[in-house]
């Protein structure tokens, strides 16, 4: 099994929140996933600037730290599906807070990158 050099430091509630949702995609995906878009194929169409790769990588982070539940449906072809966990859903508020505060200053960072 891998062993990290650097030990992960979750002392503090900051570090924990971006150990779980710190990647490029992860609160879009839960945010995709809450607003009924399940199947890796769709949540790919609503993020086309993410790979394949890179949305499967994150989806797996998730699933690790219980916060979406894979479900492999017995079909010829196979079909998966991510729904939130419990846990999952809990994060909903930082994530609708997140996107609250980035439409009230869309605009404003927007101009600052230009």
């Known amino acids: 099994m891998y062993e990290r050099k650097i030990p992960k430091k979750l002392d503090c509630g900051i570090a924990v929140i971006m150990e779980v949702i710190g990647g490029k995609w992860k609160s879009c995906l839960i945010y995709n996933i809450n607003s009924g878009l399940r199947r890796p194929g769709e949540l790919q169409k609503q993020n086309p600037d993410a790979s394949r790769r890179v949305l499967n990588q994150q989806l797996k982070e998730l699933e690790e730290h219980k916060i979406v539940r894979r479900v492999i449906y ?21 994530v609708r807070s997140m996107e609250k505060w980035g439409d009230e200053n869309k605009e404003l960072v927007i101009d600052l990158l230009e």
């Open 74 to 94: 017995a079909e010829l072809p196979p079909r998966v599906e991510y729904f939130l966990t419990e846990f999952g859903e809990s994060l909903l508020p930082v």
